[in-house]
């Protein structure tokens, strides 16, 4: 029942003026100019974000030392493999 629905309003809407213009080639020529300009404004906004994104990684590398990022992971007091408790009700 709903793919026939589906296929009489595909239908519907091939006879109609408005999909006569779809069919121009200018349309599609300016929908590719649309498509051509978004893909550069996109490549343009990732490559700046990683310019940004690799500068503040240089600059917080020459603040920091390498041995700060394990600053929290010491295992001294620590067993290597430590027993669990199962708890019994």
Do not use: H
């Not at 296929?7 to 109609?16: D, F, I």
């Not at 300009?37 to 974000?49: A, H, K, N, S």
């Not at 240089?58 to 493999?81: D, F, P, V, W």
């Amino acid at each position: 029942m709903g793919a026939c629905l589906l296929l009489t309003a595909a239908l519907l809407l091939l006879w109609t003026p408005a999909a006569e213009a779809l069919m121009e080639p200018e349309l599609c020529y300016i929908l590719d100019a649309i498509l051509f300009l978004y893909g550069i404004v996109l490549t343009v906004l990732y490559c700046r974000l990683k310019f940004l994104a690799c500068r503040a990684s240089r600059q917080g590398a020459s603040k920091q030392n390498e041995e700060t990022i394990y600053t929290g992971l010491s295992g001294e007091g620590q067993e290597m493999y430590e027993t669990l408790q199962i708890k019994r009700s």
